[in-house]
């Protein structure tokens, strides 16, 4: 996957911006190695006040799938 480049040149960086005493990686250490970062679509996001009620409603929908798998395996192992 190609880069995309940023239109702006270092000399037209806000003032604002002001990156001089970042710390590179600084957060990184929050995140173990079974975490999985997920980027919601901005309408998916607007549904969802919070990061708790997405995990809430996708462990929801994992119960219904597996039920749904169980019930289906069930229904072959009966044929």
Known sequence: MRKVRSSLK???????????????????????????MVVLDPDVAAVFPDGKSVNTALRALGHIVRDRQRHSARRHATR
Request: hydrophobic share 25%; proline share 4%.
């Open 10 to 36: 270092s000399e037209e960086m806000l003032p604002e911006y002001d990156f001089s005493r970042g710390v590179r990686g600084k957060y990184a250490g929050r995140f173990t190695h079974d975490t999985i």
